[in-house]
């Protein structure tokens, strides 16, 4: 079964109409511009359980929905 993210504006749609990312927190201790970008680009958290993400709707309303998802069952909370 295919993972199922509701877009507010057209509904339940399959994942593979969209486009994600991990929400990062950047240490506050980066205060270069450059660096921000680098540790946000490449220094990614993947932890096992509850992560929020934002999901472009690419190939429906071109909207952003941020969704909390548990990585070890891709179950959406929110």
Do not use: K
Not at 3 to 24: D, K, N, V, Y
Not at 67 to 76: K, L
Request: glycine share 6%; with cysteine; hydrophobic share 35%.
């Amino acid at each position: 079964m295919s993972l199922r993210i509701t877009c507010p504006t057209c509904g339940p749609r399959s994942a593979e109409e969209w486009i994600h990312g991990e929400m990062f927190d950047v240490p506050d201790s980066i205060t270069n511009t450059d660096e921000w970008d680098v540790d946000r680009g490449f220094f990614h958290n993947n932890p096992e359980g509850l992560v929020q993400e934002a999901w472009f709707h690419l190939y429906g309303c071109r909207r952003w929905v941020v969704i909390t998802r548990d990585t070890r069952t891709d179950e959406i909370l929110s």
